[in-house]
């Protein structure tokens, strides 16, 4: 079974993109997948920028169903969260 935070962590240490698959948040059911910039882990979510949104986003990692790490690469547009 994959660990989503120590995943989400070695992407964010390497800079790499990561394909996210979660449950939407208030809308039971809902199931979306984004690409997205990890930035590390905090308080039981996920700190990433969302391509799709063009925004800094949070995810709750209880929401996260997988996570793949992708080949792209992506510039850090700010300081990663050490957890």
Same mark, same amino acid.
């Given at each position: 079974?994959?660990?989503?935070?120590?995943?989400?962590?070695?992407?964010?240490?390497?800079?790499?993109?990561?394909?996210?698959?979660?449950?939407?948040?208030? $809308?039971?059911?809902?199931?979306?997948?984004?690409?997205?910039?990890?930035?590390?882990?905090?308080?039981?979510?996920?700190?990433?920028?969302?391509?799709?949104?063009?925004?800094?986003?949070? $995810?709750? #990692?209880?929401?996260?169903?997988?996570?793949?790490?992708?080949?792209?690469?992506? #510039?850090?547009?700010?300081?990663?969260?050490?957890?």
């Amino acid at each position: 079974m994959q660990n989503i935070p120590e995943t989400l962590m070695h992407a964010a240490r390497n800079s790499q993109r990561v394909v996210v698959r979660f449950e939407g948040v208030g $809308v039971p059911g809902s199931e979306y997948e984004r690409e997205l910039e990890p930035y590390g882990v905090q308080d039981g979510d996920l700190i990433a920028f969302s391509y799709y949104l063009d925004e800094f986003r949070t $995810v709750p #990692l209880q929401n996260i169903r997988s996570v793949e790490i992708t080949d792209r690469t992506f #510039l850090p547009r700010r300081p990663l969260i050490d957890s």
